[in-house]
């Protein structure tokens, strides 16, 4: 099978989209399948140069971009002229609302193929520049309805987006995958020094995502100190690419050796020791769609302590493998933090919880359930 999927970054590029393409096209490049990858040549701080490049024998082919209207929305026409020319079996489309869903539908349609769409969830954030909303405002009206109307299947990554696409689209035409984590994720790290390494002796709680407004690392600084002020022996950690955050975290945190602030990791087995070095993981977004990290804090054996926003109530409930906090709510929070570090009985017990609950979530079957559709 010939497949072109489509978004506006790829690998190097950080993110959750980013990872969700990067694990199917070269899982399915594994299976003897084609995959081009269509991206633009920005990698959210600067140009990239090389426009096509073979990595792990996926085709990443990335368009000048013409226009950049966000960090993660920005205009880069050049993958038309390929797809109107060359010839694919699946075209799939990543992330609703953008420009290249309607025009790469649109010439799947007109050629008889199949165009398969995952939305990722970008239905409320109350964080977008004002120049984005005004095309996001039209998408809204218009785009989204006549994008859907070319689309064969739409993929929604939670059961709460049902609603918000029903108002565009046939439910007949929408199906549920949730993203994944790599198996690897559930394999004990021998002899994990993360915590060594960083000069930690106690607890550790763990923020780990992009530092972007929508996933609130100044609420997990603002919870840590709080901690602080009754107890030292726990130690905040915070791991994630810089998207326009770091330096006001930095701020807030000051002097304070307590709170620990990295940049992006990389490699499955360090990220893997960083969670499994952790007592208990936080999410405090204002907006998640499904988390990648989520997922793998999961398969950890990791108590989560998140906000009820969109997805995230659909994987864990309150009491049971996990606390789910209002947005903002730092008292309530500092509350469930402290309760699962000081109960390390009932924190193992919702850790394994939470791995017996994700043991299907794996890429391997998100890939399996998607390339099934496909064939379909």
């Known amino acids: 099978m010939r497949i072109a999927m489509i ?63 966000s960090i993660n929305t920005n205009i880069f026409p050049g993958y038309l002229w390929d797809l109107l020319w060359q010839k694919y079996d699946v075209v799939h489309t990543h992330v609703s609302q ?28 109350k964080f977008r520049a004002f120049p984005l909303q005004i095309p996001l405002f039209i998408m809204e009206l218009f785009g989204n309805k006549l994008s859907y109307l070319l689309c064969s299947k739409i993929i929604a990554i939670t059961p709460w987006e049902i609603p918000i696409l029903k108002k565009w689209t046939s439910e007949k035409k929408i199906i549920v995958i949730r993203n994944g984590m790599d198996a690897s994720f559930f394999l004990p790290v021998k002899k ?36 602080l002020k009754e107890r030292k022996d726990i130690d905040f950690v915070i791991v994630g690419p810089d998207e326009g955050e770091m330096q006001k975290v930095k701020d807030m945190i000051g002097k304070e050796k307590k709170i620990h602030v990295y940049g992006s990791i990389q490699g499955k087995d360090t990220i893997a020791a960083m969670y499994q070095a952790a007592s208990v993981f936080v999410l405090p977004s204002y907006r998640e769609g499904l988390p990648l990290s989520l997922f793998e804090a999961m398969a950890s054996g990791l108590p989560i302590v998140a906000t009820p926003c969109n997805g995230v109530p659909y994987e864990i409930e309150d009491g049971k493998n996990g606390y789910l906090v209002p947005y903002g709510g730092i008292i309530l929070l500092k509350e469930k933090v402290l309760f699962l570090v000081e109960n390390s009985s009932l924190a193992q017990k919702i850790g394994s919880t939470n791995r017996n609950k994700v043991k299907n979530y794996t890429w391997d079957s998100i890939a399996k359930e998607t390339l099934t559709l496909y064939e379909r």
């Open 98 to 125: 953008k420009d290249y869903v309607f025009f790469a539908g649109l010439i799947a349609f007109l050629k008889g193929k199949k165009h398969v769409h995952t939305t990722h969830c970008p239905w409320t954030d």
């Open 192 to 227: 994990n020094t993360f915590k060594q390494e960083l000069g930690i002796t106690g607890k550790m709680v763990l923020f780990f995502g992009r530092l972007h407004p929508t996933k609130a690392p100044q609420v997990f600084v603002q919870m840590a100190q709080e901690i």
């Open 7 to 69: 978004g506006t970054y790829y690998a190097p590029t950080i993110g959750g989209v980013e990872k969700v393409i990067q694990e199917l096209a070269e899982r399915y490049v594994t299976e003897g399948h084609e995959v081009h990858v269509f991206c633009s040549d920005f990698d959210k701080h600067q140009r990239i140069k090389q426009k096509y490049e073979m990595i792990n024998g996926v085709h990443v082919h990335r368009s000048r971009y013409w226009i950049k209207l």
